[in-house]
Each structure stands twice: as C-alpha cells, then as structure tokens.
C-alpha cells in the first residue's frame, strides 16, 4: 500500500519511528503547507516531498493519505483526499464539527473510499488483552468503569522546550487552544466502545479552570477546558465515568469493575501496559477485593518484537497498517468510518459541556456485532 503524509510536525515524527514495523505500507511522499518544514522534515528522513497538496492529490501512486494537520484543518484536508479518490486515515479529532464528521463519512461512503481515525490503541495489545478478558466473563458482568485521562500542569513544564526527533517545536498555543479532551479523551474511548458497544447518551462537565496559561501569546479561543468529567451510559447497559485534564496529577488508569472483581491497566497509552485481575473475595460475612493482583497475560498481535518504539510506547502506525491491510483485504475496517465518527461525537459532548452539566443525547452508532466479526476472523 503505497501511502503519502499530509502535516510534517510534532506527530509526524511518531509515526516515521513505527513505520518500519510494518513493511507492507511504503511512504511515498510527505507535504506540508511550510516549505520549509517540509524540507527540513524530508531531508532528516530521507523520503521524498510534495510542493504542494494539488501535486500529492494529483499522484497515482498514492492509494492512502495520513492527515498529520492541525485538528482545525482535518476536515478540510481530508476532504480535498477524499474527493480526489484518496482513502483516508486521519489524526484525531476526525473533525471539529459533528456536521463535518459526518460530511467525511457520507462522503467515503458515497466513493467507495475507506476513512479511519486515531487513536489506534484498541488495536494494542493491553487493549485487545482486556478484551479477551471481558470476552472470557473473568471480571463477571460488568457494572461501571472509571477512565483516568490526565497529564499534570503542563502549562508549569517546560514545554517550549520540547522537541520532536526532528526538532519540530511542541506546538503549545494549538494544544491549549484545541483542549486535552478533544486531544486525548479518545485513547479510553476507543476501548470502551470497542469493548461494550454504542453509547447511548453522556452526562458531562467541563471547564477552563486556568485561563492565563501563556503569557507570549493570546489564546484563541481563551477558555478552551482544560478539565472535563464524563458519565457515560452504553446502550449495553454499562455507565463509564471518564476523566480528562491538563490540571490534575498525570493518571492514565483504567479500571473495570464487575461482579467477580476488577480488571485494570495502569497505562492506556502503552500498548504493553500489564493487565491485572483483583478477585472479589468473600470470608465469611465480608466481601471485598483482593489487594492481590493477578497478571493477565498479554495476546499477541505479531507486532510485540517491533524494534521501533516511542517514548509513550504507543505504535502511531498501527492504525494506518490496519487501515491499508482492510483496503487490501476487501473487508470492514476495524477502526471504520462509522466507529470513528462515533468516538467524535462522544468526545464533542463532553468538550462542549462547558460548565452547563448537560445530558447529550447521541445520534451516531456503529455495528459492534460487525467489529467483534472482524476480530473473529482475524483470530
């Protein structure tokens, strides 16, 4: 599958690391709407460049695009891929607006195009390993789940000094402005519904708690919330609360609590976080959980050896090798257009909360019975 990128900053670099796990997808040529970063970008990893977005879209060699832009400029960008013929997969948010998500999607559809979107850590092994799990009932039947999606004050660390491998600069004023829930909400969410299916609606809050982050430039908008709390409630019976921020201790913990005890991961970003299982206990007239934890072992995926890792210990290309390999096998994606629009409007309710404490009624869905197929002839 041969593959161009769109967007050569912070990211992008996280994806070259991984891209040599997967031989099977060949990088074609890079752009970005900064020259000067695009050579730069090109020169460092030694592949090839577009001067421009028309000639990329114009190449016949490319069969796949990954959109690495802004999150302001997903829905455009991948557009434009899209009606040049172009399959898609994009970084998250799939776009900004409900109504350009599912503009994206209707698109795709009406080509007969493929569209995917980050994250992809429900392909993971820590993710795929809990999934067996709740598959095999080791927790029981599961009651609630508590999601932990925070990074400390960031706005306190030293984060103009953070660099790519390239030496792209962390671009800081896009990450406050865009707000750490559309940012980063979607690495449990895509668990829990891969795991128990379409939400059926969300109860959420959220809030700019510090509002003078920066003082070198002016925030646009100001009060993008750096602080979000979620109750979710899945069709399949099953309530989450998620948890995301920039503000609280870093916490990246997912517990699932069922009748027979607790299923849990420490890191939802690792791909290799340990899975443990606490049995709920009962000696005579009291119940409780073990503090024992018991290690459940990791699946394989085939990719475990994978030379190529980044510092979070997520493999970025993952989704992009599911993506083409789909596109190759005629079959459903298991990352679709349909899922990925899904986890958008999730994690839009909960942005755009905004301190009313709303309950936001959903109005996508996806067919689970039809991913957990996908998984079943993987398998």
């Known amino acids: 599958m041969q593959i161009a990128i769109i967007g050569c900053g912070f990211v992008a670099d996280?994806?070259?690391?991984?891209?040599?796990?997967?031989?099977?997808?060949?990088?074609?040529?890079?752009?970005?709407?900064?020259?000067?970063?695009a050579n730069h970008f090109s020169s460092y990893h030694k592949v090839p460049y577009y001067h421009s977005m028309e000639e990329l879209l114009e190449d016949r060699?490319?069969?796949?695009?990954?959109?690495?832009?802004?999150?302001?400029?997903?829905?455009?960008?991948?557009?434009?891929c899209l009606e040049a013929g172009k399959h898609v997969y994009s970084e998250k948010p799939l776009a900004m607006e409900l109504s350009e998500a599912e503009e994206l999607v209707f698109l795709a559809e009406?080509?007969?195009?493929?569209?995917?979107?980050?994250?992809?850590?429900?392909l993971g092994e820590t993710a795929q390993t809990m999934w067996k799990a709740l598959q095999e009932n080791v927790a029981g039947e599961v009651r609630l789940v508590y999601a932990e999606m925070d990074d400390g004050m960031v706005h306190q660390m030293r984060y103009r000094e953070w660099l790519s491998e390239s030496g792209i600069p962390w671009p800081y004023k896009d990450e406050f402005e865009i707000g750490c829930t559309l940012e980063h909400a979607g690495y449990c969410l895509?668990?829990?519904?891969?795991?128990f299916g379409p939400v059926q609606s969300v109860t959420a809050f959220s809030s700019c708690l510090i509002k003078d982050k920066q003082t070198d430039v002016v925030l646009d908008p100001y009060n993008t919330p750096d602080f979000s709390v979620a109750c979710i409630q899945f069709v399949s019976g099953v309530v989450a609360r998620l948890t995301c921020s920039i503000i609280a201790p870093v916490d990246h913990a997912l517990k699932i609590i069922g009748d027979r005890g607790i299923l849990s991961t420490d890191d939802c970003w690792n791909f290799t976080s340990p899975v443990h299982f606490q049995r709920r206990i009962t000696i005579r007239r009291k119940t409780f959980v073990s503090p024992w934890k018991e290690k459940y072992p990791l699946v394989k995926t085939g990719k475990c050896q994978a030379k190529h890792k980044t510092k979070h210990g997520m493999d970025f290309c993952r989704g992009v090798a599911e993506l083409a390999n789909a596109i190759e096998e005629k079959r459903p994606c298991r990352l679709s257009?349909?899922?990925?629009l899904h986890v958008n409007e999730i994690v839009l309710a909960i942005q755009n909360a905004l301190e009313k404490n709303c309950t936001y009624q959903m109005t996508s869905s996806f067919d689970h019975s039809e991913l957990q197929k996908c998984w079943a002839v993987k398998n």
């Open 14 to 37: 996280f994806y070259l690391k991984t891209l040599p796990n997967y031989p099977e997808l060949k990088l074609v040529g890079v752009m970005d709407k900064d020259r000067e970063r």
């Open 110 to 122: 009406e080509k007969g195009l493929y569209l995917s979107s980050a994250p992809c850590t429900f």
């Open 190 to 195: 895509t668990w829990l519904v891969g795991f």
């Open 337 to 340: 257009a349909q899922f990925s």
């Open 61 to 80: 060699q490319v069969d796949l695009v990954v959109n690495l832009t802004n999150p302001r400029s997903h829905f455009a960008v991948s557009k434009a």
